[in-house]
């Protein structure tokens, strides 16, 4: 009963001590700026989130016309907006030029970080977020990223993220951010390989179960009043196959991979195409087993 009672009190000590701690880093976690950006080739965009009470009376549409103009020094802005969320609003500007060079995977792009946060106080907190695409390598200012204070999380999608958390006076210190990337060649010709081979999948899992089928219904005319559910079944793995490659494009780094290797309309082509072209064969073969199975049944 005493252990218990001292144990009840230290939990209660504990709590006690814990709870403006939490509070503190809440509302520090509240009140820092955190900047977004997203250079994976496609649609490249920086995204401000810019907590309420830093706002003061300034409204949003002013605060979003005042970044934009300073961002549109440097950069050619294709579109921006913004948005209330609970304890913040987010800016987003998508930038038509941020890449000084995109081509047979070699990538380059140049950040002055005064124009990208000067317009915050130097001694506020900041958080930087770097998106790029999993497939695609990185050095800034020649130098690795951990040697300037970034960290890399585990991602799990097409992209990979690098963190960067300080006071923005540290970034103005390093002046301008030059990146340096290139696409992990190799890399992206095997799961390339990998990616296209689910239409030869799809294309003999297709043309042998519509084949059984077929044989299935032929020798067994009785099975053709439960025809609707046999055709269902045997689908289910050409679907499975088409499910299969679209999270492989996804999880594989190839969706960002391919906007960064090839041209506009090009890197849409192979990204939506191969899963197309699987779409397509699962009614073609099934169809036409449908309408040889009819025509041999009428002749018998």
Request: proline share 3%; glycine share 4%.
């Amino acid at each position: 009963m005493k252990n218990g009672s001292l144990t009840l009190i230290l939990l209660c000590f504990i709590a006690i001590i814990a709870s403006p701690l939490t509070a503190i880093a809440s509302t520090t976690d509240q009140e820092k700026v955190k900047v977004e950006i997203c250079m994976i080739g496609s649609d490249n965009y920086f995204v401000y989130k810019i907590p309420k009470q830093l706002h003061k009376d300034v409204p949003y549409h002013e605060m979003s016309n005042s970044i934009q103009a300073t961002l549109a020094s440097q950069w050619h802005i294709k579109d921006a907006h913004y948005k209330a969320e609970q304890s913040d609003v987010a800016y987003t500007f998508y930038i038509q030029d941020l890449f000084q060079k995109k081509q047979d995977g070699q990538l380059k792009v140049a950040i002055p970080y005064r124009i990208l946060v000067g317009m915050f106080g130097e001694q506020d907190p900041i958080q930087l977020r770097i998106l790029a695409s999993k497939l695609s390598d990185w050095t800034v200012n020649t130098k690795d990223w951990a040697t300037l204070g970034f960290t890399e999380p585990l991602t799990s999608f097409s992209e990979r993220e690098y963190i960067y958390e300080g006071a923005v006076h540290e970034l103005l210190h390093q002046r301008v951010g030059h990146f340096d990337g290139k696409i992990q060649k190799q890399q992206f010709l095997t799961y390339s390989f990998l990616y296209f081979s689910f239409i030869g999948l799809q294309l003999l899992a297709c043309f042998f179960l519509s084949r059984k089928l077929k044989h299935k219904v032929i020798h067994n005319p009785e099975t053709m009043h439960h025809f609707r559910r046999l055709n269902y079944m045997y689908q289910i793995v050409p679907i499975i196959i088409i499910v299969g490659q679209v999270i492989f494009l996804v999880f594989s780094g190839l969706i960002t991979a391919f906007s960064l290797y090839f041209s506009a309309g090009v890197d849409l082509l192979m990204m939506v195409g191969p899963i197309l072209l699987n779409i397509i064969l699962l009614p073609t073969f099934f169809v036409t087993a449908e309408s040889e199975i009819s025509r041999e049944l009428n002749n018998l």
